[in-house]
């Protein structure tokens, strides 16, 4: 009981003398920022105003890449303004991934989201629900969905 007491006491007194040196005045803090703060350099406001955002998204320009030896390909290529020698790209299609996790309610639960007649759904409008499926319809395609059943364990 000794020891734990006199190792207790030895341990409060070491821990007193670091944080004692830790303590600074108010007076020393403010020389030791006053010696780390550099001046802030600063530009003028016709600098600013001729700088561009980077908010503001540039035009997209068209995808050229190097063409085969096909000839239409390269005359219109340069008659358009493009590169000699280069083939315009057909913009990539963006592919819809539709999954159907529930229904409840005259509600569907579509990628992550409740959903109703009317709504639409990555440009697919909700045509109708059922118990076990949901029919999509946009400009160019009708989708259905359904729900695949779940054995009982």
């Given amino acids: 009981m000794k020891k ?3 190792i207790s006491i030895l341990t409060m ?3 007193s003398e670091i944080s004692a040196k830790v303590i600074l005045d108010a007076n020393q803090i403010k020389s030791m920022v006053a010696a780390i703060k550099m001046e802030r350099l600063g530009t003028d406001a016709q600098t600013l105003q001729n700088t561009p955002s980077p908010f503001r998204i540039p035009p997209s320009k068209k995808v050229v890449t190097p063409a085969s030896n ?3 390909a390269s005359s219109s290529a340069t008659s358009s303004g493009g ?9 990539i299609k963006k592919v819809v991934v539709l999954k159907l996790d529930g229904i409840s309610n005259n509600t569907a639960f579509i990628n ?4 109703r007649v009317g709504m639409v759904v990555d ?15 946009n400009k160019n395609q009708i989708k259905s969905l359904s729900i695949s059943k779940i054995n009982p364990l």
Avoid: M, R
């Fill in 112 to 115: 992550g989201k409740w959903y």
């Fill in 83 to 91: 590169v000699s020698g280069a083939k315009v790209l057909a913009p």
């Fill in 4 to 6: 734990i007491s006199i």
């Fill in 13 to 15: 007194l070491f821990l």
């Fill in 123 to 137: 440009g697919f409008s909700v045509v109708s629900i059922s118990k076990s499926s949901v029919v999509l319809k």
């Fill in 70 to 72: 096909d000839k239409n």
